[in-house]
């Protein structure tokens, strides 16, 4: 009954752009904190970004930032990232969590999407 669900994956050319959803149902995303994760072809999950549950503290990993942009609509029970200027090396399958309140480390996060798959390729 709780669900989180990532969308907004898809192939983009090497310098292009996605904007990538989380979207909530069965709870509300006002309490938690979300965090972006991604795992790419025999590497290990690392994270990507977090947002705390005001909106008011974020985060990003040194790969990626300057060119994501994490942000949050409780409105629409919806969180973002937004990704732009896109290298190859951010290929992965890209999942969305949830830890109450703060961003936490990874394996203090409650609940996870499914994933949705980033492939930057020529």
């Known amino acids: 009954q709780l669900q989180l669900v990532e969308s907004g994956g898809g192939l983009v050319q090497p310098g292009g752009s996605l904007r990538l959803s989380c979207a909530a149902s069965?709870?509300?995303?006002?309490?938690?904190?979300v965090g972006w994760f991604r795992q790419a072809p025999g590497k290990e999950r690392e994270g990507v970004s977090c947002i705390s549950s005001s909106g008011g503290s974020t985060n990003y990993a040194d790969s990626v930032k300057g060119r994501f942009t994490i942000s949050r609509d409780n409105a629409k029970n919806t969180v973002y990232l937004q990704m732009n200027s896109l290298k190859p090396g951010d290929t992965a399958v890209y999942y969305c969590?949830?830890?109450?309140?703060?961003?936490?480390?990874?394996?203090?996060?409650?609940?996870w999407g499914q994933g949705t798959q980033v492939t930057v390729s020529s």
């Open positions: 969590a949830v830890v109450p309140f703060r961003c936490r480390s990874p394996v203090e996060y409650d609940y």
């Open positions: 069965g709870f509300t995303l006002d309490y938690y904190a």
